[in-house]
Each structure stands twice: as C-alpha cells, then as structure tokens.
C-alpha cells in the first residue's frame, strides 16, 4: 500500500480530531508499517523496545500477566484506528504487557522519539493519549477488583 493510502487511514481514525495534518505526515514519514500474521507476537512483557503502534487494519490483544494471580491474563482487544505501546514511550521503560496479533493485521510503527515529538508539540494529542492511558488503568482497576472479590471467602 502507498503512503497517501496510509494518510488516508490516519485521518479516517480517530487520530485526526487531535492532530494536524502535518503531524500526521510527521508520524508516516518517521514510522514504517509492518504486517504481521494472526497469533504473531508484536512485542513481549519486560521487553525494552519502546516503538508505539496505531493499528491500520485488524486487531490486536494486549495481555498482562497478574503475578498474584497464577496462569491469569488482563486481556483486551484494540481494533484498527486504536494506538497501543505508548505508556513504554512515555515512561522509557520496559513492556508492562504483552501485544499478539488477533488477527492478521497491518500496523502504523513509530519510535518512540518521533511518538514523544507529535505528544509534545500537540496539546489535543497529549490530552487525548493521557485519557486514553486513564481509561485503560481504570479498566485494569475494575478486572483486578473483581478477580479480588473472588478471592475473598463470603459469608
């Protein structure tokens, strides 16, 4: 697929309520698509890669590992226009989970450095993304409450 079918994609996102046009073609021209096959691991849990990714097409699910919690998964699924990878960007530090391909899909990848560039020169984007982090740890808060109440004996 040619740039110009990228930016096309981009801007059907929902990406293109917080960023300009220019910033959108910053983030193509520093980032590469790649493609990767269903069940196909995009990055691991602890790994020190800091790339973020927006999904052009497909879906993928993002997993992490409960370590009070023997053998469970917090697993959610993003779906195209979605960005994941991002808290790695911002916080430089390793993976805090897992992302798998769910199903054969084509991704936006971008380094970190270019990532951090667009969040700060775009006020609407930096919102967006900490609201976005925001949504995500309170959906992790929820899963982790209720594997809690679970645990603990009723009367």
Request: hydrophobic fraction near 40%; glycine fraction near 4%.
């Amino acid at each position: 697929m040619k740039t110009e079918n990228y930016y096309q994609m981009l801007l059907e996102s929902n990406l293109h309520r917080y960023l300009p046009k220019e910033a959108i073609g910053l983030l193509i021209n520093s980032s590469r698509v790649v493609k990767k096959h269903a069940k196909s691991i995009i990055f691991l849990e602890q790994d020190n890669s800091r790339d973020v990714y927006i999904i052009l097409s497909g879906s993928v699910k993002i997993q992490k590992s409960i370590p009070w919690l023997e053998g469970k998964f917090f697993s959610v699924f993003r779906k195209s226009g979605e960005i994941f990878g991002e808290t790695a960007a911002i916080e430089e530090k390793p993976r805090n989970a897992r992302a798998m391909a769910e199903e054969d899909c084509q991704l936006l990848r971008m380094p970190d450095h270019a990532f951090m560039q667009v969040l700060q020169g775009n006020f609407s984007f930096s919102v967006h993304i900490f609201r976005t982090i925001v949504a995500r740890i309170r959906e992790y808060d929820l899963f982790v409450i209720h594997e809690l109440q679970q645990l603990i004996p009723r009367p």
